[in-house]
């Protein structure tokens, strides 16, 4: 695993976290506590999210254009790069 | 509008290309319990949701059954990279691989490609979610039993994965088919049908 596949598995472990807690606020809406819990893991998903763009490539296209988003590897592939 | 992000909900790295693997967990993307047929199925269903919790729920879960169908593509597609043509006739992948090549096709692992007869949108809150709970239990089954045709550990981690969060939706459902029913007559929840007849909604 090199450091591209080891910071993006960090970072999906911190978004199913996130994701997590919102499907079960859609059906728990006055879970205050809940909320609170989910906002502060979102705080810190967004700095790593953050900082994985920086070092290695935009996630979503509102983000890039061109050859920075055209550049693999794309989520499917295996090759070995530092994107 | 849909946004994507370039990334997988979690990221598969298969290091053993097995055709035969990949034929089994074809079902998954464009069988009858399938992630595109789950993914159709909620994505439809919403507009005839009547309370915002379902409306959100709904969403939420298709968008999610969305990344679920690209983590079964993306395993197809690893599973079948690199073959020579002896192996595939030796898995048994002959039979795909005349059709599609190595291509992800929506098909079951029998072959029949996908039908949007496999999904239902009825116009009935409680109907829908009903058929929604059956859905869920069906995909559990369905990674079961790849879980017991499969041995290589880095395709199993992603199964168990796909097959735990079946479990959590249906969770989520049944929560969903509570909240309806909460809001409608205690004595007679069929007495109407909140997603068509509005005027009876308070």
Redesign the interface.
């Known amino acids: 695993?090199n450091n591209r596949?080891a910071m993006?598995?960090k970072?999906?472990a911190h978004?199913?976290t996130l994701?997590?807690m919102?499907?079960?606020l859609?059906?728990?809406?006055w879970d205050l506590h809940m909320v609170e819990a989910h906002n502060k893991a979102a705080m810190k998903y967004k700095l790593l999210r953050d900082e994985f763009e920086e070092r290695f490539?935009?996630?979503?296209?509102?983000k890039a254009s061109g050859v920075e988003w055209l550049k693999g590897p794309?989520?499917?592939e295996?090759e070995e790069c530092d994107c | 509008m849909f946004?994507?992000?370039?990334?997988?909900?979690?990221?598969?790295?298969?290091k053993n290309p097995n055709p035969k693997y990949a034929q089994i967990i074809a079902s998954q993307y464009g069988g009858p319990d399938g992630e595109l047929g789950a993914s159709l199925r909620y994505l439809s269903q919403r507009y005839a949701m009547p309370y915002d919790?379902l409306k959100?729920?709904l969403t939420?879960?298709g968008v999610?059954e969305l990344g679920h169908l690209?983590m079964v593509?993306?395993i197809m597609?690893?599973l079948t990279r690199n073959l020579s043509e002896e192996e595939i006739k030796k898995a048994g992948f002959d039979a795909y691989f005349v059709d599609h090549t190595t291509g992800v096709y929506p098909s079951s692992a029998a072959g029949v490609p996908f039908t949007a007869a496999y999904l239902q949108s009825k116009g009935d809150v409680i109907t829908d979610l009903t058929e929604n709970l059956a859905a869920e239990q069906k995909a559990r089954t369905t990674y079961d039993n790849i879980l017991r045709l499969v041995d290589d550990p880095d395709v199993r981690e992603h199964i168990k994965f796909l097959r735990e969060r079946e479990i959590?939706h249906f969770q989520?459902f049944g929560?969903?088919l509570r909240?309806a029913t909460d809001k409608l007559d205690e004595k007679n929840f069929y007495a109407f049908n909140p997603s068509f007849d509005k005027n009876c909604i308070k």
Request: charged share 25%; glycine share 6%.
């Open positions: 695993m596949e993006l598995k970072l999906s978004q199913f994701w997590e919102h499907l079960y859609d059906t728990h809406p490539c935009p996630l979503t296209a509102s794309w989520p499917w295996i | 946004v994507y992000e370039k990334k997988l909900q979690f990221p598969v790295k298969i919790e959100g729920l939420d879960i999610e690209e593509g993306t597609y690893q959590v989520r929560e969903g909240l």
